[in-house]
């Protein structure tokens, strides 16, 4: 309607310039083929496609004087001398793939290349043999090429040139006078008619060429075997079924007339390789558009009973085509007509209009309709029901005639809104209404039921078109907001994110097929309506939509919108679609559709910009690659460049694809071909690609590429599990360490007990042995005093021994608070005591005593076993010097070591007696076993002039 009411603003100027535009149009019965152009600006190397060849892995081959060329379907690749080693030359003049799929390339100075597995081996230039003109395969490895100076044999893999002998056959295929048919013969066009022989037998008889002394450069066959025939100067000649020649040159598209050679796509394309216009495609339209109706805008479209087709064109007028040919009528003062309806019941047409409302055919000519005032100048739709009546849309509401007089529906009498766009009736007789801003209704037994897009049914209220279908099943068209559907009760939504090529919905029909035709400014499509049916049930994400446009045959992707009735149905099951630039037409039941899966193949591996396959001629990859550690983060990206070989519709193909091993799902690519990822972990991958072509057939079988990312050296499995043994190891050694330093505490705190008790035990059997002894000696003494009271003489001398060993327990007692003090731990309280012991027992019994020794001593800490066991062992010695040597005089000697104390105590008596007697006493016993229990050491022996020296070495700290 946006656009109606745009277009609704053309007046009278419009109309002049209009009439001024169509005098200048001329009928034209249009070709019933499509030619497509690609040039240099396209990729190809050269504007003259002087050889064409499809090789078995699909692609198509040119050879030009620039190079030679490898296309897809959608891109060139360009290989010559400066980026192909091997390649001789640049003018490729001839091209042939042989039975074992190796690609021959002639040249232009007569050399003659091999082309395997992207390697090219050179044969040269055959002496006296000139350029290569024709080959046949004669056998396996058996090859004849023709030159203009004899024949080349190629066989197992040796190359001889037989000068000046011929070849009837290949000098025939040379001449083009002869082209082998599929069929099993051959065609000959020499001097006389084009002719089709099988087994000997004339099989066809195409008449005079009708290209006349034109020059023939090359020739082949279509896929049903009709002959096609490129022509220096007339362009290409088409044999149909019917005998019938058709010319294609520069009046049906062709680039240029001069054709340099020919060669049928295995999908039914013919390419044309021409002189100076680049490479064409020629196909068979799709759609019809020779029925002679001139290219201008049509908006509404009608039959009537005699087979004649009226037309509306807005602002053009309306007019009216049969086989007489095309007449315009006059639409009132402002000639706009916008909707036309043929009434095959009352013989009559009737047409709306924008500004003047409704118009009907009589006396040959189109007057208002009596009565119908009430509807308004704005007519919008126009739709006869199974009936008769006649419902009109329009700006005031919904209009009904039923032959004797106009009925007026509005939002008076339920109707959601006055603006009514689109009409339509449903298999059980119900009315469907469209509005303008206001959604849909239905109306059935005089009562609307009425739909709004606030209410969670239709997609949009702006409502362009409706089409009932079979099936209790209702199709909305929406300007802007997609396809609706109306099926058990409720609306379903459609789109472009679900697939559709636009929407904005301009008409909507369906076919016998099962499909839909939907038009819209971006192009026709045809949606089955079960993939409909799928995406609305959820068992699809997305419908396969095919898109018509001027590739096909329409005269311009976009359809016509704002009038109903718009498309049109026969009997015979065409359908006829109108747009801004004409009508065009065809029978879906002879669709063919491309039913050859793409071919997928990868073209291009960049690793960081790098390209991992240096020699791009052979199209095949290995089954995997390998990719070496990676650098910089942010810079290390893998791109897979992959193509599909479909030559129907190219740019219709549509990809997904996948990296197994790091991503799950499929990735939608639309048309890109290209897959792009940042910088892989290390692993193993599986790249796949799939391609779905312009009719829904997809290449199950999708391209597959193991890709194998390299790990660094610190991301291998040996680096990572020796990394991990030896944080284990670390773990286990720090482990057992703590465990080790925990049971070291827990010793050294036994052993602490154990010294603590040990320490305690001694106390306690110093105190028992020698303060018990002498205080119950003491206690005796005291009762033997008592007992001798009358004795003076022994309480005297019981008087003494209690006062003597009062002293020796005083002195026991010091010695055991001695030994017990901590603060006497160290190396020099042990010194001072022994000497001061010493001196004074020295002293008491009147031995000279000498004490030779440091004068500073370090502060060394020693443990309190150590230290009592080295003075009773030094004060035994000590003692044995009063009794037992009769010396006069002692001497005392310390001497510090590197972890040990040597304390020496020599006297001048007697000695040691003959033969070491006296090692064995049980004091000497005593004192070997208390240095060896502090891990000392204790000796015994004579000195030099009489005497003995005892030697005691106990361990102390390191710190001398």
Same mark, same amino acid.
Not at 93 to 99: A, G, I, Q, R
Not at 297 to 309: E, I, N
Not at 318 to 326: I, P
């Given at each position: 309607?946006?656009?109606?009411?745009?277009?609704?603003?053309f007046?009278?100027p419009?109309?002049?310039?209009?009439?001024?535009?169509?005098?200048?149009?001329?009928?034209?019965?249009?070709?019933?083929?499509?030619v497509?152009?690609?040039?240099?600006?396209?990729?190809?190397?050269?504007?003259?496609?002087?050889?064409?060849?499809?090789?078995?892995?699909?692609?198509?081959?040119?050879?030009?004087?620039?190079?030679?060329?490898?296309?897809?379907?959608?891109?060139?690749?360009?290989?010559?001398?400066?980026?192909?080693?091997?390649?001789?030359?640049?003018?490729?003049?001839?091209?042939?793939?042989?039975?074992?799929?190796?690609?021959?390339?002639?040249?232009?100075a007569?050399?003659?290349?091999?082309?395997?597995?992207?390697?090219?081996?050179?044969?040269?230039?055959?002496?006296?043999g000139?350029?290569?003109?024709?080959?046949?395969?004669?056998?396996?490895?058996?090859?004849?090429?023709?030159?203009?100076?004899?024949?080349?044999?190629?066989?197992?893999?040796?190359m001889n040139?037989?000068?000046?002998?011929?070849?009837?056959?290949?000098?025939?295929?040379?001449?083009?006078?002869?082209?082998?048919?599929?069929?099993?013969?051959?065609?000959?066009?020499?001097?006389?008619?084009?002719?089709?022989w099988?087994?000997?037998?004339?099989?066809?008889?195409?008449?005079l060429?009708?290209?006349?002394?034109?020059?023939?450069?090359?020739?082949?066959?279509?896929?049903?075997?009709?002959?096609?025939?490129?022509?220096?100067?007339?362009?290409?000649?088409?044999?149909?079924?019917?005998?019938?020649?058709?010319?294609?040159?520069?009046?049906?598209?062709?680039?240029?007339?001069?054709?340099?050679?020919?060669?049928?796509?295995?999908?039914g394309?013919?390419w044309?390789?021409?002189?100076?216009?680049?490479?064409?495609?020629?196909?068979?339209?799709?759609?019809?558009?020779?029925m002679?109706?001139?290219?201008?805008?049509?908006?509404?479209?009608?039959?009537?009973?005699?087979?004649?087709w009226?037309?509306?064109?807005?602002?053009?007028?309306l007019?009216?085509?049969?086989?007489?040919?095309?007449?315009?009528?006059?639409?009132?003062?402002?000639? =706009?007509?916008?909707?036309? /309806?043929?009434?095959?019941?009352?013989q !009559? &047409? +009737?047409? %709306? #209009?924008?500004?003047? $409302? @409704?118009?009907?055919?009589?006396?040959?000519?189109?007057?208002?309709?009596?009565?119908?005032?009430?509807?308004?100048?704005?007519?919008?739709?126009?739709?006869?029901?199974?009936?008769?009546?006649?419902?009109?849309?329009?700006?005031?509401?919904?209009?009904?005639?039923?032959?004797?007089?106009?009925?007026?529906?509005?939002?008076?009498?339920?109707?959601?809104?006055?603006?009514?766009?689109?009409?339509?009736?449903d298999?059980?007789?119900?009315?469907?209404?469209?509005?303008?801003?206001?959604?849909?209704?239905?109306?059935?037994?005089?009562k609307?039921?009425?739909?709004?897009?606030?209410?969670?049914?239709?997609?949009? =209220?702006?409502?362009?078109? /409706?089409?009932?279908?079979r099936?209790? !099943? &209702? +199709?909305? %068209? #929406?300007?802007?907001? $997609? @396809?609706?559907?109306?099926?058990?009760?409720?609306?379903?939504?459609?789109?472009?994110?679900?697939?559709?090529?636009s929407?904005?919905?301009?008409?909507?029909?369906?076919?016998?097929?099962?499909?839909?035709?939907?038009?819209?400014?971006?192009?026709?499509?045809?949606?089955?309506?079960?993939?409909?049916?799928?995406?609305?049930?959820?068992?699809?994400?997305?419908?396969?939509?095919?898109?018509?446009?001027?590739?096909?045959?329409?005269?311009?992707?976009?359809?016509?919108?704002?009038?109903e009735?718009?498309?049109?149905?026969t009997?015979?099951?065409?359908?006829?679609?109108?747009?801004?630039?004409?009508v065009?037409?065809?029978?879906?039941?002879? /669709?063919?559709?491309?039913?050859?899966?793409?071919?997928?193949?990868?073209?291009?591996?960049?690793?960081?910009?790098?390209?991992?396959?240096?020699n791009?001629?052979?199209?095949?990859?290995?089954?995997?690659?390998?990719?070496?550690?990676?650098?910089?983060?942010?810079?290390d990206?893998?791109?897979?460049?992959?193509?599909?070989?479909?030559?129907?519709?190219?740019?219709?193909?549509?990809?997904?694809?996948?990296?197994?091993?790091?991503?799950?799902?499929?990735?939608?690519?639309?048309?890109?071909?290209?897959?792009?990822?940042?910088?892989?972990?290390?692993?193993?991958?599986?790249?796949?690609?799939?391609?779905?072509?312009?009719?829904?057939?997809?290449?199950?079988?999708?391209?597959?590429?193991?890709?194998?990312?390299?790990?660094?050296?610190?991301?291998?499995?040996?680096?990572?599990?020796?990394?991990?043994?030896?944080?284990?190891?670390?773990?286990v050694?720090?482990?057992?360490?703590?465990?080790?330093?925990?049971?070291?505490?827990?010793?050294?705190?036994?052993?602490?007990?154990?010294?603590?008790?040990?320490?305690?035990?001694?106390?306690?059997?110093?105190?028992?042995?020698?303060?018990?002894?002498?205080l119950?000696?003491?206690?005796?003494?005291g009762?033997m005093?008592?007992?001798?009271?009358?004795?003076?003489?022994?309480?005297?001398?019981?008087?003494?021994?209690?006062?003597?060993?009062?002293?020796?327990?005083?002195?026991?007692?010091?010695?055991?608070?001695?030994?017990?003090?901590?603060?006497?731990?160290?190396?020099?309280?042990?010194?001072?005591?022994?000497?001061?012991?010493?001196?004074?027992?020295?002293?008491?019994?009147?031995?000279?005593?000498?004490?030779?020794?440091?004068?500073?001593?370090?502060?060394?800490?020693?443990?309190?076993?150590?230290?009592?066991?080295?003075f009773?062992?030094?004060?035994?010695?000590?003692?044995?010097?009063?009794?037992?040597?009769?010396?006069?005089?002692?001497?005392?000697?310390?001497?510090?070591?590197?972890?040990?104390?040597?304390?020496?105590?020599?006297?001048?008596?007697?000695?040691?007696?003959?033969?070491?007697?006296?090692?064995?006493?049980?004091g000497?016993?005593?004192?070997?076993?208390?240095?060896?229990?502090?891990?000392?050491?204790?000796?015994?022996?004579?000195?030099?002039?009489?005497?003995?020296?005892?030697?005691?070495?106990?361990?102390?700290?390191?710190?001398?």
């Amino acid at each position: 309607m946006k656009k109606s009411s745009r277009m609704r603003e053309f007046g009278l100027p419009a109309f002049l310039v209009a009439l001024a535009w169509y005098a200048l149009m001329t009928a034209s019965f249009g070709s019933p083929f499509i030619v497509s152009t690609w040039g240099v600006e396209e990729g190809l190397p050269d504007s003259e496609a002087v050889s064409l060849a499809q090789t078995r892995d699909g692609y198509l081959w040119i050879g030009t004087l620039h190079g030679l060329a490898r296309f897809d379907g959608d891109r060139f690749t360009v290989f010559n001398q400066m980026n192909t080693p091997g390649l001789t030359s640049d003018q490729i003049v001839f091209l042939f793939e042989d039975s074992a799929g190796n690609l021959w390339a002639g040249t232009d100075a007569g050399g003659l290349l091999r082309i395997r597995e992207g390697m090219i081996k050179n044969f040269g230039e055959p002496a006296g043999g000139g350029k290569i003109l024709a080959a046949q395969q004669e056998g396996p490895g058996d090859i004849l090429f023709a030159t203009s100076g004899g024949v080349i044999r190629y066989h197992d893999g040796r190359m001889n040139f037989y000068g000046g002998v011929a070849s009837p056959l290949l000098a025939g295929l040379a001449s083009r006078s002869i082209v082998p048919s599929k069929a099993g013969g051959f065609w000959e066009m020499l001097n006389g008619p084009v002719e089709e022989w099988r087994r000997s037998r004339l099989a066809r008889n195409a008449g005079l060429p009708p290209w006349g002394n034109a020059i023939i450069t090359s020739a082949c066959e279509d896929s049903r075997t009709n002959l096609i025939v490129g022509t220096l100067g007339k362009g290409v000649f088409w044999l149909d079924s019917h005998g019938h020649w058709r010319n294609v040159s520069t009046n049906q598209g062709l680039s240029s007339p001069f054709v340099l050679s020919l060669c049928m796509d295995r999908e039914g394309g013919l390419w044309v390789g021409t002189d100076s216009g680049g490479l064409d495609r020629i196909k068979p339209k799709t759609f019809d558009t020779s029925m002679g109706i001139p290219t201008r805008s049509v908006q509404s479209l009608s039959r009537d009973d005699a087979g004649g087709w009226w037309m509306a064109s807005g602002a053009l007028g309306l007019s009216y085509w049969n086989t007489n040919g095309l007449r315009q009528y006059h639409i009132g003062p402002l000639q =706009d007509a916008w909707e036309v /309806l043929a009434d095959q019941r009352r013989q !009559t &047409v +009737w047409v %709306g #209009t924008r500004d003047q $409302g @409704l118009f009907k055919l009589q006396d040959n000519q189109f007057v208002p309709v009596q009565g119908s005032s009430i509807l308004g100048p704005q007519i919008f739709a126009l739709f006869q029901d199974g009936g008769g009546n006649l419902w009109v849309g329009c700006r005031n509401g919904l209009g009904k005639f039923d032959g004797q007089e106009w009925t007026l529906f509005t939002t008076r009498n339920g109707l959601s809104g006055n603006a009514v766009t689109a009409i339509g009736q449903d298999e059980s007789g119900t009315l469907w209404i469209g509005t303008e801003g206001a959604g849909a209704d239905a109306l059935k037994d005089g009562k609307f039921t009425s739909w709004r897009a606030a209410e969670g049914g239709l997609p949009g =209220d702006d409502i362009s078109c /409706l089409y009932a279908a079979r099936n209790a !099943t &209702v +199709w909305a %068209g #929406t300007f802007g907001h $997609g @396809l609706a559907r109306f099926k058990g009760g409720k609306w379903e939504s459609f789109s472009t994110q679900m697939g559709l090529a636009s929407d904005s919905i301009s008409y909507i029909t369906g076919d016998a097929e099962g499909y839909l035709w939907i038009g819209s400014v971006a192009g026709l499509m045809r949606v089955r309506e079960q993939s409909l049916d799928d995406v609305a049930a959820g068992r699809a994400k997305t419908v396969f939509c095919r898109t018509y446009g001027k590739a096909d045959g329409l005269p311009t992707r976009e359809c016509s919108a704002g009038s109903e009735p718009s498309v049109c149905g026969t009997a015979d099951g065409r359908l006829w679609f109108p747009t801004i630039q004409g009508v065009a037409s065809l029978n879906p039941a002879t /669709l063919r559709p491309n039913l050859e899966r793409p071919t997928l193949m990868i073209e291009r591996i960049l690793v960081d910009g790098r390209e991992m396959k240096t020699n791009r001629l052979a199209s095949a990859w290995p089954e995997k690659i390998e990719i070496g550690p990676g650098g910089d983060q942010s810079r290390d990206e893998l791109e897979i460049d992959y193509t599909a070989l479909d030559f129907s519709e190219p740019k219709l193909v549509r990809f997904k694809y996948r990296l197994a091993g790091y991503q799950g799902d499929w990735t939608p690519a639309g048309s890109e071909r290209v897959a792009r990822y940042p910088k892989l972990p290390p692993g193993d991958y599986d790249f796949q690609a799939a391609a779905i072509n312009e009719d829904g057939i997809e290449n199950t079988n999708a391209v597959s590429l193991r890709v194998i990312v390299l790990p660094a050296f610190w991301q291998t499995w040996r680096f990572r599990g020796g990394g991990l043994i030896l944080l284990l190891g670390i773990v286990v050694l720090i482990v057992r360490y703590l465990s080790t330093q925990k049971l070291q505490r827990q010793l050294e705190a036994h052993r602490q007990r154990e010294a603590l008790e040990g320490e305690r035990a001694r106390i306690a059997r110093d105190l028992h042995d020698q303060l018990g002894a002498n205080l119950t000696q003491v206690a005796l003494l005291g009762e033997m005093a008592e007992a001798d009271k009358n004795a003076p003489e022994e309480i005297e001398s019981h008087a003494r021994q209690i006062s003597q060993t009062a002293r020796e327990t005083t002195g026991a007692l010091d010695e055991i608070v001695w030994a017990v003090n901590p603060a006497n731990d160290t190396l020099e309280g042990l010194a001072s005591y022994a000497f001061k012991y010493a001196q004074e027992f020295f002293s008491l019994a009147g031995v000279r005593c000498r004490v030779d020794a440091p004068a500073e001593l370090p502060t060394v800490s020693i443990p309190p076993e150590v230290r009592h066991n080295v003075f009773l062992a030094f004060k035994e010695a000590v003692n044995n010097v009063v009794k037992h040597a009769q010396a006069t005089e002692a001497q005392i000697r310390l001497r510090l070591q590197p972890g040990r104390l040597d304390l020496e105590i020599a006297d001048d008596g007697r000695g040691l007696p003959a033969g070491g007697g006296g090692q064995d006493r049980s004091g000497l016993r005593n004192m070997r076993r208390r240095m060896e229990e502090i891990g000392g050491e204790f000796s015994i022996g004579s000195q030099k002039g009489g005497g003995a020296a005892v030697r005691l070495t106990a361990p102390i700290a390191r710190t001398i």
